[in-house]
């Protein structure tokens, strides 16, 4: 008997069956790239025009910096729904710091990044040691700081600001090389950015195979790392021919370089998965998860801070309503980019692109002419449709 059985049939159903167990982690790169091309068709190519790239990047720096945040509060297992209220009452302390104050830019930033820390660790006590449960706090919280912020600013918006404040959200880093258009500076970073991620992948891939760990196929490797390496060459170029690399760019990068390693390549940070999946059981492991909870709502406040400090820079006013329902998108960010709900799962990849998918979906229906409240409406179903695609995922699995 005739074996008809082709050599290719079971590399085939080994790249099926690992595609299935990754799916969530190929699907919203394609769900970014498909919606990028979707808007860049309906809106006429203004989507990707250089002033349009470096808006989005404005636009949603804030959103991806507390995205950062987010996701290890909720990996570990909770939530925290002041974040927006944080974020304008510390844009509004540092307004008044400013310029009813007068208080030196080099003085204001360090002293606002330690008030949310201690916004962050008053909230944390409350949840870590007396079991309160996140959600009340927070809500809590939530309420509280939007009253504080209405009460430092009278009800009134409060600026400008100095240059050298607004340079944290609008300031642009220089060309080195004193080329101007295309920025050469830029695309050297861009050159070195995408060659640094095509290594760093031949590097994870030679370590595990050296262990003999799993790993994706060579075909899906070679894929993804030419379109992430191809896609960033892109943007990069396309940002040097306007302006050049914006300062939060620079923030946003390096900021989700150190909590990528810290989550995957630290003790601690495997140590707040661990929390998220099953705290009993970390607890009898000998994690210390009181003081672990704890300093993930710290992390959170100084983030939230920071994104304050942000966004206050880039309006170049502190107003009343600063933040209002800003928490709604970065939960749904975290959300849509792989995190799940019981904690325990998630990466700081995905809450990054997860943000771009938000970022992407505001900007293009705003291009359109969409109103908000259909946007409102289209947003929430995206992240319905995230939510139950994490459900379906764990119901099969198990």
């Not at 262990?211 to 940002?239: M, S, T």
């Not at 209002?324 to 990054?352: C, H, P, Q, R, T």
Request: glycine share 12%; hydrophobic share 55%.
């Amino acid at each position: 008997m005739t074996d008809t059985t082709s050599p290719d049939q079971p590399a085939q159903a080994s790249m099926s069956k690992y595609l299935l167990g990754h799916l969530r982690e190929y699907g919203l790169l394609f769900a970014l790239i498909a919606i990028m091309l979707f808007f860049q068709i309906v809106t006429n190519g203004v989507l990707l025009k250089p002033v349009n790239i470096t808006n989005l990047f404005l636009q949603n720096s804030y959103i991806i910096i507390m995205a950062l945040g987010m996701l290890i509060v909720i990996v570990g297992g909770n939530i925290d729904l002041s974040v927006g209220s944080v974020m304008g009452f510390v844009g509004a302390f540092a307004a008044v710091m400013i310029v009813n104050w007068d208080v030196p830019v080099a003085i204001t930033i360090p002293v606002c990044l330690v008030v949310g820390g201690m916004i962050g660790a008053a909230q944390g006590y409350w949840v870590a040691y007396w079991k309160i449960p996140s959600f009340i706090v927070t809500l809590a919280g939530m309420l509280v700081f939007r009253g504080l912020s209405l009460w430092l600013l009278e009800g009134q918006s409060v600026g400008p600001f100095p240059k050298s404040f607004q340079l944290l959200s609008t300031g642009f880093i220089p060309d080195l090389f004193g080329v101007g258009r295309p920025n050469a500076t830029a695309l050297a970073v861009g050159i070195i950015a995408a060659m640094a991620i095509v290594w760093l992948g031949m590097r994870k891939r030679a370590r595990n195979k050296a262990y003999g760990i799993e790993d994706e196929p060579f075909g899906f490797f070679l894929a993804r790392n030419v379109i992430v390496a191809g896609a960033l060459l892109f943007v990069i170029y396309k940002l040097s021919t306007f302006r050049g690399l914006p300062n939060v760019l620079i923030t946003m990068g390096l900021l989700t370089i150190v909590y990528a390693f810290i989550t995957e390549q630290t003790t601690i940070g495997r140590r707040v998965y661990a929390l998220g999946g099953n705290e009993k059981a970390a607890k009898l492991s000998g994690i210390p998860t009181e003081r672990l909870t704890f300093l993930t709502f710290v992390n959170m406040g100084v983030l939230a801070a920071l994104a304050g400090l942000i966004f206050a820079a880039r309006l170049n006013t502190a107003t009343p309503k600063a933040g209002f329902a800003v928490e709604l998108d970065v939960i749904a960010a975290v959300f849509i980019g792989g995190a799940s709900m019981s904690g325990g799962v998630g990466k700081i990849v995905g809450a990054v692109v997860g943000a771009f998918i938000m970022g992407v979906m505001n900007n293009g229906m705003s291009i359109m002419g969409i109103g908000i409240d259909y946007q409102q409406v289209i947003k929430g179903l995206v992240l319905l449709a995230a939510v139950i695609f994490d459900v379906y995922n764990k119901q099969k699995q198990s």
